[in-house]
C-alpha cells in the first residue's frame, strides 16, 4: 500500500480491490485459514503484520454487486 501525505499532514492511503465471486471469497479465505493452521505467517521471509492485515482485509470484507 502506498500512502501519500497532503498538505496540512493528512494522509492519503492507496489500496486494491478486487471482485471476487463467493465461490471465489469462500475458496481465498479457506486458503488464508489453512495457512494461519500451518504456522505459515511465522516463517522467515513473511512480514507477520502484513500477513495479519491482509487476513482481517479479507474477514471484512464487504459484500456488492459486480
Known amino acids: ?5 497532503r498538505p496540512f ?3 492519503i492511503s492507496k489500496g486494491l480491490n478486487i471482485d471476487l465471486t463467493i465461490g471465489q ?6 486458503l488464508l485459514c489453512d495457512a494461519y493452521d500451518r504456522g505459515y505467517d511465522q ?3 513473511i512480514d507477520t503484520q502484513t500477513f495479519d492485515n491482509m487476513f482481517d482485509a479479507i ?3 464487504k459484500e ?3
Not at 500500500?1 to 501525505?5: A, P
Not at 471469497?25 to 479457506?30: A, I, Q, V
Open 1 to 5: 500500500m502506498t500512502t501519500r501525505v
Open 9 to 11: 499532514g493528512k494522509q
Open 25 to 30: 471469497y469462500d475458496m481465498l479465505y479457506n
Open 43 to 45: 516463517r522467515p521471509r
Open 59 to 61: 474477514v471484512n470484507a
Open 64 to 66: 456488492t454487486y459486480l
